[in-house]
């Protein structure tokens, strides 16, 4: 006992709450999923919690009639000060108090961070009965240091871990911080920001000691959950023949392409991972495919057709359609991109529609608007473009041979079908609509948005009587399409979609269960 151990025993369960029955119940949810475990005390509201918590973990830890995971388990306890980053608003002498008080409640690891160690006498922590090994850690809110020169390593033998957590605003700061880990022995990394997820999953691969999951609520910006980091990415199983797949956007927080193509990786016993890449520059995800090893990628907004010129070759109709949404690498290096988009829209409306004569109206002309409309064009649909910059409408209305129109036009006019393509009421705006009731005049109305399964336009469309096409049914397709090119195999499609159904439908709850949290914090 005391040391992290392999595999699962390196996700590290951090249990952060104000409250010590809160604390306690977080530590028993955690010890259901990991052997590690962070116990944040500082983010306890008073010394009295404090005490009380540390006395339910010496009795369960230590008591003579308790045994089985508790006993089994490593934690590593956390009183950061605010001047670090964390909650403790005591002194260092304090801080040092609890810490020693929670080497005598059964942890055998504390955390210090390096504002703590430069204050202490002879920048030794040795001298104080705390916890018997020491982590070390640097924390930086604001950006990713210089990593050589961040601060002198401690002696040997003075700490056993050094941790460092940064701010990454770009990928090419999270890949620094992820060869710091493949050059250093007993070493923490942690990525901070949205932009550093996809290292934060593949830290433990690259040679940090932990990776850190919150429980419940995250402690730093861009944590992944416990059970995603455990279920959903499956962190503590990827190794270096593990293929790197994922989708790049701006946003991508709400993408469930995650979910999807790691439920079928892990239903066909496939060792790959798909990750999100937050993609502000294209330039700067391209540098970081090799770092990575990245297999494929999926692509959504804005990048559909700016990822164009930085292709090597590209299949005929995704160059006919000007918009790539599924790329492969090859084990050259170069590029091929190709589009799925299109056989996702044909397969949602043709189980509703027979296209053939049919006039469809597609709202909007991006990648997704150009992929829709080559793919109803060649079915053999009248098309008709309606978007907020009119000329990217005449455009495409002629790359199709269809006829634009103007907003004002759709009050008047009559479609069998009427697509959005635009992003209008995607989650998280969930509750907006890109057209009115009264721009309505058609048999079906299609959207492209998948998250929420039902959105704004849809339920207005539904109370029109207006028959309506779940932009899920285009997602399953083109990600289906993309799984098996990528892979080779046949994708376990039903596993898919109860994956993905489950999701969206669960979020109502979720929502509201978030909002009664928020409210019960302090």
């Not at 709400?254 to 798909?274: E, G, I, Q, T, W």
Request: positive net charge; charged residues 25%; proline residues 4%.
């Amino acid at each position: 006992m005391g040391s992290f151990g392999k595999g699962l025993a390196r996700i590290c369960a951090v249990a952060a709450a104000p409250k010590a029955a809160e604390m306690a119940a977080q530590v028993r949810a955690a010890l259901r999923e990991a052997s590690t475990i962070e116990l944040r005390i500082d983010w306890l509201v008073t010394d009295a919690e404090r005490t009380r918590f540390l006395a339910w973990l010496r009795n369960e830890c230590l008591g003579k009639n308790h045994a089985g995971r508790m006993r089994r388990a490593t934690f590593l306890v956390t009183c950061r000060r605010r001047r670090a980053g964390g909650l403790f608003a005591g002194s260092i002498e304090a801080q040092l108090y609890w810490l020693i008080q929670a080497r005598e409640a059964g942890c055998q690891w504390c955390d210090i961070e390096v504002e703590t160690l430069r204050e202490l006498p002879d920048q030794s922590i040795r001298e104080y009965a705390v916890p018997p090994r020491v982590m070390l850690s640097l924390h930086d809110f604001d950006r990713t240091p210089a990593l050589d020169r961040a601060f002198k390593t401690p002696a040997h033998g003075e700490v056993d871990v050094v941790k460092i957590a940064a701010k990454a605003h770009t990928i090419a700061d999270s890949i620094r911080l992820l060869s710091l880990a493949r050059r250093s022995r007993n070493c923490v990394v942690s990525p901070m920001a949205e932009i550093g997820l996809p290292a934060r999953v593949l830290s433990l691969r690259e040679g940090s000691v932990l990776a850190y999951a919150p429980v419940a609520r995250a402690t730093a910006p861009g944590q992944v959950s416990l059970h995603d980091l455990k279920y959903l990415y499956r962190a503590h199983q990827i190794n270096r023949r593990t293929q790197v797949y994922g989708v790049i956007a701006d946003p991508v927080a709400h993408s469930l392409s995650p979910l999807m193509h790691n439920s079928a990786f892990a239903a066909r016993r496939v060792n790959a991972v798909y990750l999100p890449f937050l993609v502000h520059d294209l330039r700067d995800f391209l540098k970081a495919i090799p770092e990575f090893g990245i297999r494929g990628f999926s692509v959504t907004l804005p990048h559909k057709q700016t990822i164009l010129k930085h292709l090597d070759d590209c299949d005929a109709l995704a160059a006919d359609i000007g918009a790539v949404n599924t790329v492969t690498v090859r084990r050259d290096g170069s590029l091929v991109g190709c589009n799925t988009d299109y056989l996702g829209v044909l397969q949602a409306l043709e189980k509703k529609l027979t296209l053939t004569g049919s006039r469809v109206l597609i709202f909007g002309a991006g990648g997704s608007a150009r992929a829709t409309a080559f793919a109803l064009a060649r079915a053999g649909a009248s098309v008709f473009i309606c978007a907020r910059r009119e000329s990217a409408a005449r455009e495409l209305a002629r790359a199709v041979g269809g006829e634009s129109l103007a907003r004002r036009a759709l009050r008047s006019e009559s479609f069998d079908a009427i697509i959005n393509t635009t992003p209008i009421g995607m989650h998280p705006a969930a509750g907006i609509s890109p057209l009115a009731a009264g721009e309505l005049h058609c048999r079906i109305v299609m959207d492209l948005i998948y998250r929420p399964e039902r959105t704004r336009l849809l339920q207005i469309a539904s109370r029109k009587g207006i028959a309506t096409v779940s932009g899920v049914e285009m997602f399953l397709a083109q990600g289906i399409a993309q799984w098996e090119l990528w892979t080779g195999q046949r994708a376990p499609s039903a596993v898919i979609r109860r994956a993905v159904l489950a999701a969206l439908r669960s979020e109502p709850k979720n929502a509201q269960s978030r909002a009664q949290e928020s409210r019960r914090r302090p």
